[in-house]
Nanobody, 127 residues
Framework: QVRLVESGGGLVQPGDSLRLSCAAS????????IGWFRQAPGKEREGIAC????????WYEDSVEGRFTISSDSAKNTAWLQMDSLKPEDTAVYYC????????????????????WGQGTQVTVSS
């Protein structure tokens, strides 16, 4: 069974940090680009951080660059999103998704041919 499972979301205050995990099972991430996406209430889904299948290239959306860090480890079949200096506008449901044969930029910017999605994890940033 092919599955992606996100975890690590929660309720935090502005300035706090969270680390999200995306665990893959039923397939290997070795040939997949991986992306983190988020969708806030009333807003469109947006790609915020994506990494190439080789881990050689990373793309960040401007609003999170410098605060968020994406990483992956094929040996653990897992990707992570480290989120620092969280802001209220980061409040959203966060999803991971993967695709083969597409660049990290393509999947983040255009959601290109994403094959598998996780169920999402809620991140709420509020004082």
């Amino acid at each position: 069974q092919v599955r992606l499972v996100e975890s690590g979301g929660g309720l935090v205050q502005p300035g706090d940090s969270l680390r999200l995990s995306c665990a893959a099972s039923g397939f290997s991430l070795v040939h997949y680009a991986i992306g983190w996406f988020r969708q806030a209430p009333g807003k469109e889904r947006e790609g915020i951080a994506c990494i190439s299948a080789s881990n050689a290239s990373i793309w960040y959306e401007d609003s999170v660059e410098g605060r968020f860090t994406i990483s992956s480890d094929s040996a653990k079949n897992t990707a992570w999103l480290q989120m620092d200096s969280l802001k209220p506008e980061d409040t959203a449901v966060y999803y991971c998704a993967v695709a083969r044969r597409h660049s990290e930029y393509a999947i983040c910017k255009y959601s290109a041919h994403l094959e598998h999605w996780g169920q999402g994890t809620q991140v709420t940033v509020s004082s």
